[in-house]
């Protein structure tokens, strides 16, 4: 089981995370995208929670969240 998390060196305003086994959401807001392990992690900074399913790959940046 793993939950991961990619940063692109050539591109710092996105990252990609993927789910296999272990727990992702994804906290949204008006100014920026969040990622934890659980909820509690992220309630005080995002106000809509997506829960990635198992095997999900998601592409954020600071204003978008495409899911694979």
């Known amino acids: ?13 996105s990252f ?8 992702i959401v994804i ?3 008006e100014t920026a995208n969040y990622v ?6 992220l309630h005080k900074v995002a106000k809509e929670f997506i829960y990635l399913e198992e095997n999900d790959i998601a ?7 495409k899911i694979y």
Do not use: E
């Not at 934890?36 to 992690?41: I, M």
């Open 1 to 13: 089981a793993y939950a991961i998390a990619v940063l692109d060196r050539d591109d710092p305003t």
């Open 27 to 29: 906290g949204l807001n």
């Open 16 to 23: 990609v995370v993927a789910r296999c086994g272990s727990p």
């Open 36 to 41: 934890a392990s659980d909820l509690l992690a």
């Open 59 to 65: 592409v954020l940046s600071c204003d978008s969240v």
